[in-house]
């Protein structure tokens, strides 16, 4: 039904940049909310953002406020998730999750990107 594909995930020296993109296909993908989540080795996954389907709200999570933004194109049913002034806590895998409209939580998730922080 869905399929998500992150990338652009690395290596930043703390207070650099990065851009993540999640590519988002199947059938009724458009009508999916997509989000964001994180999860560092020995702990829970952790929100970081959701984009609506209709593109007209975004949150971000209150511990990455001011410094990431979520965005998303319909067209191409990508969502992005730009990153500035990163910290080495923000080191963790990142994940793309989608949730059906309706749905009460998110069902479809894809293979995460690995973002590290560090000198």
């Known amino acids: 039904q869905v399929q998500l594909v992150e990338s652009g995930g690395g290596l930043v020296q703390p207070g650099g940049s990065l851009r993540l993109s999640c590519a988002a296909s199947?059938?009724?993908?458009?009508?999916?909310?997509l989000g964001w989540f994180r999860q560092a080795p020995g702990k829970e996954r952790e929100f970081v953002s959701v984009a609506s389907w209709n593109g007209r709200s975004t949150h971000v999570a209150d511990a990455v406020k001011g410094r990431f933004t979520t965005s998303r194109d319909i067209a191409l049913n990508i969502m992005y998730l730009q990153m500035n002034s990163l910290k080495p806590e923000d080191t963790a895998v990142y994940y793309c999750a989608a949730r059906a409209q309706g749905a009460d939580s998110f069902g479809s998730w894809g293979q995460g990107t690995q973002v590290t922080v560090s000198s």
């Open positions: 199947g059938r009724f993908i458009s009508r999916y909310d």
